[in-house]
C-alpha cells in the first residue's frame, strides 16, 4: 500500500463548525477513495501519543489540548502518490498562507486550528492510520 494510502483528521474546530460534509465532499470531488473512515474523540492521553514526536516542541501542549478538545473524523485515503498530492490540495499549514481554494485557506481558522491533519511521509501514513484503525477497518 505504499505510496497509494494516507491518513487525514478533520479536527475538532472544523467539526464543530460543521465542515465535515463539505471537507469529505471536495475529498471524494478530488479524487480520492475514502477507505476507512470514523468519527471519535482523542483524550489528552491519546492525543499525546498520536503528536508523541512533538513533545519536546513548544506547542505540543496547546496541540494536545485542541486535538482533544471535541470529536474528530479520521480516514484512510487512497489515491496514486497520496501523501503528497494530498498536502497539496490541502494547503499550506498556516491557512493564511495556503493557495485559494484548498481545504485549510476555506476552512482552516489560523495556525493551530487549520481544518485538517495529512500525513507528511508514507511511513507517517502508515503509522498514523494504524493508530486509528484496526487491520479488519482497513482491508
Known amino acids: 500500500m ?19 460534509g ?5 475529498i471524494e470531488a478530488a479524487g480520492y477513495k475514502i477507505k476507512a473512515m470514523k468519527k ?9 501519543h498520536f503528536y508523541e514526536m512533538h513533545k519536546e516542541r513548544p506547542f505540543y501542549e496547546e496541540l494536545t ?9 479520521a480516514a484512510i485515503l487512497e ?3 497520496a501523501v503528497e498530492s494530498f498536502r497539496k490540495f490541502i ?3 498556516d491557512p493564511a498562507k495556503a493557495d485559494e481554494g484548498t481545504i485549510r485557506k476555506l476552512y482552516g481558522k489560523n495556525l493551530s486550528e487549520n481544518a485538517v491533519h495529512g500525513s507528511d511521509s508514507d511511513e507517517s501514513a502508515q503509522r498514523e492510520a494504524g ?9
Do not use: D, R
Not at 505504499?2 to 465535515?20: H, L, V
Not at 471519535?40 to 499525546?48: F, P, R, T, Y
Not at 489540548?65 to 473524523?73: A, E, L, R
Open 65 to 73: 489540548n485542541f486535538m482533544s478538545s471535541g470529536p474528530i473524523v
Open 2 to 20: 505504499t505510496g497509494t494510502i494516507t491518513f487525514t483528521m478533520i479536527k475538532p474546530s472544523a467539526f464543530s463548525a460543521g465542515y465535515t
Open 22 to 26: 463539505n471537507i469529505l465532499a471536495k
Open 40 to 48: 471519535i474523540s482523542l483524550s489528552k492521553e491519546q492525543a499525546g
Open 131 to 139: 493508530f486509528f484503525f484496526s487491520f479488519l477497518e482497513m482491508v
Open 79 to 81: 489515491k496514486e502518490n
Open 91 to 93: 494547503g499550506a499549514t
